[in-house]
């Protein structure tokens, strides 16, 4: 985090530090190619701080969130590098990046990253059937209005999805659709295509739904980046169309993008014998046991119960012993409860008890224990068996037998020596 | 001196004098034991010691009871270990006595310090133990000698750190079982659970006395006594050695122990057959019953054998189908030089003491050369089993001596043919030693070194005063030979099996001494910096020690009991980074150690290990893993750039040299294979946390994965290698 | 051989065991049928029910075994006719105390495996 001070330092640049009530921190720095620059986002930026964002200049301050909307700029400032955007996320933050058809190499290098390969240098999405009327060049076909969202509830509502399409005027990406962490929000329709310049029309390399116009990227540790084709969806002039839905699309990215919304997380879990309820050191084979795991997800500026009936719970030594889903009991205000009746396996070692859950858009909630799980005590077996019954009166007749002999040797010594000399 | 001794009032000079001999037997016995510990300092040396003194500890904090119930999380990570019921508790408990005796006499000692010293001081329980089978086998003196030869030997040293507590129960029982009393029976057998709780060689015993036993049934020298000696402790000593949770059901379920209850039954036969020619003496009735029990005994010995058993009979059988029994250096064919080594002189009197049993064939010495006969052909398919050698040398090398003596005493009634016929023995000895022997004998005849005080000069002092000329031939002959058998049991003992195994010694060209001890070095930075739970894969020869010194879990261990979760280390060694990954991973790996010796020319390294780990990978996964890939075009076994694609693949190869030629230069050699180094050498997915002084420990940490969900190859071409 | 002169022998043998045995063994070969008796009594049953508690057979049919065995030793050394062979060591100790205490290792250890 330390470079982040070094932000404020080249805010030649320009940058805004924007406070909200996200979960991971207020604290947002922009990117912008000149400080005047920003006023072409005020209202981007302007509703950042309606929700709490704190936009100002602060010059001693870590950053939580950082939006780069300077696709252009050859340097992000002095002496930040590809690597420090990583570690930045690496450690947490929340990063928004836009970029347009004059995309710089840095920011290429920085998106490839994250499995998001963006069009060459001077390359738009084009799309001759559904745009914004050009005003200028009728034949610009440049700004597309864009309608092929991903369903993805955590990120996207109802309203974005079933709404106005989004105008959207930059570059292509493709992604990797393979890659679990990456989500593309918003593609390409049939029509798309992605056009080198528009002199050279024939150089289409991505085309349809292949083309990535906004994807999104949740690092294993639940930081959040954004890339967007397009600065200017961002824009003031974009954001102004009332045909678009270019201005809830935004606030919903970017309210995903800094944790403001579909943030998951466990805030407890435990597990215990189901008789006495108390937890021990390790359990025996054959266990009943009960495993509970608290889940509240973040929104509208509060902590909720998570509601979901797909949570479940793994009892894992190398391949799972126990899946098990977990029926949701009680909520209050804060958390939902999901509860299980689990009975541990008849198979003895270390086992991890596991909560892996994740979905897409959604933060990762992965909960785990290693569990000792020991064989039966060797009094803890199950004794006087009626099955044995026999052999405990056979052995107890030859203790009997041994005393009554025993008994009878030492008692009738006398007579038997006498018998033994007349024979 | 010889009248004097004889005389009437010497008999308790005598006794009281077997008793010094004794104890300076069992000093001498423990002296010899503590090279090591003077040479270098009282710490546990060998691998499986390790162990034993973990679990000791455990047991003097616990108490019996938790650890007959422990579970060992931390070892065979995830699968566990059940300790209670894999374990020969008897060791440890008997560590733990001596700790909480001494403690209870506010004698404040270490568990170490009893571990440590546990093996010297059973050492002189077993020269003791010795002293008595010699008498029941002979006399007082051969019983001296024998416990002098068992106090010293090297055989018995070498392994005998570890279990030579495991061993005076054997030969007590041995030399017990011949006596024809139901008390001395009870008693072996009593002994005999002792040894099974401490030793997994109990084997071996309980498949001897049956033996011998059987070998007299056959004979036709049933007698009572051998009825009364052998049911008593075939039933108490079974009964009792299935107490021991790791032995359990098995003597009434393996073939190992089908001997033992079928030569029981035999017995039982034989002696109702018996019984019933008292009664009704005309009939043959134990000719037909012979025959009839033979077959019952070879159907009885032709069930199922256990692997490792086999593995006994044919020394390729472990090769071909065990790979990991075979892998043990112990469980290795015994080369010839070993057995000089270990024995010296001892081996080559060996077949002279079956000459003298036999010609005075008592049921004793039907057991003297059973036990001979087999000890020495399982001491030639296990170098482990030169243990139950050593001691059957012993007496029957006593006999020799004995033998000479009584030889040389016969020699001036024979008068004339004195200088010719010097006594069979020697000849047989001799002959057996070959023209080395002849040489020396020759030499030392003018040399006449009788003024050795040395205990075994008591069986040769009782000749007659005439013609001693030829007598002093023989003695000072024998003298020699004793003497010099000391003096090379010292010799070995204090060079060949007093260096542990956990500190090395090395001297630089200018004779001082230079310890290596990167061992300790890396098992205490595992210690100290890792978190502790964190769980380390190595091979499973230095599971013990990790566990011990390290504190750490281990994946694997020398306990080796699931040679599945062997074989998926080693597969995870021998594969390419990448599939290794995902492995150690799913198995929760934090830290890879390696052992490298191509630094030093430490010769046990992983890389020369590494070919078991392949074949023990391939008997598990053949689809995986393929022995043949590892070798270069032209069979050889390389480590330098022209290796196989497969070996400078797999992760061992990679952990191993990592680095290495960038620290030795270009021309830079590996010490061990005398090979040039491999040049180009990428580790991506593991980082390298550690590295000893001298390279013997290399210690990488498991990089966890990429939070962007790069692989580590794209990570590191973007980051940059060193 | 015919079956009447076997059936002379058996009521022979028979005659001379009654006769010439003194009562002391007698009662050892009872009490040595006896332990044939449980122990055969047990093997069916585990043949029949099968051998799930297979240490408490074990147990069981084990004790039987080692008293006949015991008490055979006991037998032997209080024949009249061998005057007891040559013993060792063994001589000197009773073969009566000997018996007990076989019996009692024996019973300590059968205790402990039945359960």
């Not at chain 2, 049921?363 to 059957?392: E, K, Q």
């Not at chain 2, 010719?420 to 020396?440: L, N």
């Not at chain 3, 006719?81 to 100790?93: D, N, T």
Request: proline share 4%.
């Amino acid at each position: 985090m330390r470079f982040l001070t070094t932000f404020a330092a080249c805010l030649c640049l320009g940058a805004f530090h924007v406070q909200a009530k996200s979960t991971a921190g207020d604290r947002v720095v922009v990117f912008v190619p000149k400080l005047d620059a920003a006023s072409e986002y005020s209202q981007f930026l302007d509703s950042l701080g309606t929700r709490g964002f704190d936009v100002s200049f602060e010059g001693d301050r870590l950053y939580d969130h950082a939006i780069v909307l300077s696709p252009s700029s050859k340097k992000f400032g002095s002496g930040i590098s590809v690597s420090d955007f990583l570690s930045f996320v690496d450690s947490g933050g929340n990063l928004i990046v836009a970029a347009s058809h004059e995309l710089s190499d840095i920011h290429r290098k920085l998106a490839l990253q994250f499995g998001v390969t963006f069009e060459k240098r001077g390359s738009r999405v084009v799309d001759h059937t559904s745009h914004l009327a050009a005003t200028v060049n009728q034949s610009d076909h440049s700004v597309v209005a864009a309608k092929q969202f991903a369903q993805v509830d955590a990120v996207l509502s109802k309203k974005v999805v079933g709404g106005k399409p989004v105008l959207f005027k930059g570059i292509a990406h493709a992604y990797d659709a393979a890659n679990p962490l990456l989500v593309p929000l918003l593609t390409g329709a049939r029509t798309t295509y992605s056009a080198a310049s528009s002199a050279a029309r024939s150089d289409v390399v991505l085309t349809g739904m292949s083309i990535g116009l906004v994807s999104a990227f949740q690092t294993r540790s639940n930081a959040r980046v954004v890339f967007s084709g397009s600065a200017d969806l961002f824009s003031n002039r974009l954001l102004g169309q009332k045909a678009a839905g270019n201005t809830q699309f935004v606030k919903e990215i970017s309210q995903w993008a800094f944790q403001e919304k579909s943030v998951l997380r466990s805030t407890a879990h435990r597990h215990h014998f189901a008789a006495t309820g108390e937890t021990p050191e390790h359990y025996r084979v054959n266990n009943e046991i009960v495993y509970e795991v608290d889940l509240s997800v973040y929104y509208d500026d509060a902590w909720h119960p998570y509601v979901a009936s797909d949570v479940q719970f793994e009892a894992i030594m190398l391949d799972p012993y126990i899946r098990a889903t977990l029926n949701r009991t009680e909520s209050n205000a804060a958390h939902a409860t999901y509860h299980g009746d689990i009975k541990l396996p008849d198979r003895y070692g270390t086992f991890t008890f596991r909560v892996n859950y994740k979905r897409t858009g959604y933060s990762n909630v992965v909960v785990q224990d290693t569990v000792g799980i020991w064989p039966l005590r060797h009094d803890e077996y199950p004794r006087f068996l009626s099955a044995a019954y026999p052999y405990y009166v056979g052995s107890l007749t030859m203790v009997l037998g041994f005393l009554a002999l025993s008994a009878a040797w030492l008692w009738n010594t006398e007579p038997k020596k006498a018998k033994s000399k007349t024979n | 001196m010889a009248r004097k001794v004889l005389g009437l009032a010497a008999a308790e000079q005598l006794s009281l004098l077997r008793i010094a001999i004794l104890g300076l037997i069992s000093v001498v016995a423990i002296g010899s034991r503590l090279y090591s510990v003077i040479r270098f300092e009282s710490i546990i040396h060998e691998f499986d010691p390790w162990f034993n003194f973990r679990t000791t500890k455990y047991l003097v904090n616990n108490g019996f009871d938790s650890f007959w119930n422990w579970f060992d999380e931390t070892a065979w990570y995830p699968l566990g270990r059940v300790v209670g019921g894999t374990v020969y508790p008897g060791i440890m408990v008997t560590s733990a006595t001596i700790y909480n005796a001494l403690h209870f006499l506010n004698i404040p000692v270490d568990i170490r310090n009893v571990c440590v010293f546990l093996a010297p001081v059973f050492s002189a329980f077993t020269a003791i133990a010795t002293y008595h089978m010699g008498k029941e086998v002979k006399n007082a003196t051969a019983g001296l000698l024998a416990a002098a030869f068992i106090g010293v030997a090297p055989g018995y040293i070498s392994r005998g750190l570890r279990s030579s507590c495991s061993c005076s129960p054997s030969s007590c029982g041995c030399g017990r079982c011949g006596l024809g009393s139901a008390l001395y029976a009870a008693l072996t057998a009593v002994f005999y659970f002792y040894m099974v709780s401490a030793w997994g060689g109990y084997v071996f015993i309980i498949n001897l006395i049956p033996l011998h036993v059987f070998a007299l049934l056959a004979m036709g020298r049933y007698s009572n006594r051998l009825y009364v000696s052998y049911s008593t402790f075939y039933v108490l000593g079974t009964l009792a050695s299935m107490q021991i949770p790791f032995v359990g059901f098995q003597p009434t379920r393996t073939s190992e122990h089908m001997a033992a209850l079928g030569t029981f039954g035999l017995l039982q036969l034989v002696a109702f057959a018996h019984f019933a020619r008292t009664l009704v003496p005309q009939h043959h009735f134990q000719v037909l019953l012979r025959g009839a029990v033979v077959s019952l005994f070879v159907v009885g010995l032709g069930g199922l054998w256990t692997g490792r058993f086999y593995s006994l009979w044919d020394t390729g059988y472990a090769k071909i189908h065990i790979p990991i029994i075979a892998s043990v250096s112990e469980h290795q064919p015994t080369p010839w030089p070993n057995f000089f080594f270990d024995l010296n002189f001892l081996i080559w009197l060996l077949p002279a003491g079956i000459f003298f049993s036999f010609r005075e064939l008592t049921d004793n010495h039907v057991f003297l050369i059973l036990y001979s006969i087999f000890a020495a052909y399982f001491a030639g398919v296990m170098v482990r089993l030169i243990l139950t050698l050593t001691p059957i040398r012993t007496y029957l090398n006593v006999k020799d001596v004995e033998a000479a003596g009584s030889e040389a005493e016969a020699v001036p009634v024979a008068k004339t043919e004195a200088v010719a016929g010097v006594p069979a023995a020697e000849q047989i000895s001799v002959s057996k030693s070959g023209k080395k022997g002849k040489g020396k004998k020759s030499e030392k005849t003018e040399e006449p070194a009788k003024s050795e005080p040395a205990p075994s000069s008591k069986p040769a002092t009782a000749p007659g005063d005439e013609r001693w000329n030829e007598e002093l031939v023989v003695m000072a002959n024998f003298l020699y030979l004793l003497f010099m058998f000391q003096w090379h049991c010292s010799w070995v003992t204090s060079n060949a099996y007093s260096s542990p195994s956990v500190v090395l010694a090395s001297r630089s060209p200018d004779g001082s001494q230079h310890i290596i001890d990167d061992f300790r070095e890396a098992y205490y930075w595992l210690r100290q910096n890792t978190k502790p739970d964190a769980k380390v894969l190595s091979w499973w020869d230095y599971g013990y020690q990790l566990a011990g010194m390290a504190d750490r879990t281990t994946l694997v261990d020398n306990n080796t009991w699931n040679n599945t979760h062997i074989a998926t280390v080693g597969k995870i060694l021998a594969s390419d980074e990448d599939t290794a990954y995902e492995l150690a991973r799913r198995h929760d790996v934090d830290y890879v150690l390696v052992v490298f010796g191509g630094m030093l020319g430490y010769s046990g390294d992983d890389i020369n290990k590494f070919l078991w780990m392949i074949r023990i990978a391939q008997g598990v996964y053949p689809d995986d893993v393929e022995e043949n890939a590892f070798f270069t075009g032209r069979g050889q076994y390389s480590i330098g750039d022209d290796a196989s694609p497969t070996m400078k693949r797999s992760l061992m190869h990679k952990l191993s040299y990592y680095r290495f030629s960038s620290v030795m230069g270009g021309q830079g050699m590996d010490r061990v294979r005398r090979q040039p180094l491999p040049t180009e050498v990428t580790v991506d997915n593991f980082e390298e946390a550690f590295t000893s002084e001298n390279w013997m420990v290399r210690i990488y940490k498991v990089k966890d994965l990429d939070n962007l969900g790069r692989s580590h190859h794209k990570v590191a071409d973007f980051v940059g290698r060193p | 051989m015919s079956g009447s002169s076997a059936a002379e022998i058996v009521s022979k043998l028979a005659a001379d065991y009654i006769d010439e045995t003194p009562q002391k063994l007698k009662l050892i070969d009872s009490y040595m049928v006896f332990c044939v008796v449980t122990g055969l009594v047990q093997f069916l049953y585990c043949v029949l029910v099968g051998t799930f508690p297979y240490n408490a057979f074990l147990a069981g049919f084990g004790s039987a075994v080692a008293c006949f065995v015991f008490a055979a030793n006991l037998r032997i050394k209080n024949q009249p006719k061998e005057r007891r062979p040559v013993l060792g060591l063994a001589s000197r100790v009773p073969a009566f105390a000997e018996f007990v205490f076989c019996h009692i290792l024996l019973h300590f250890v059968v205790a402990n495996f039945l359960g």
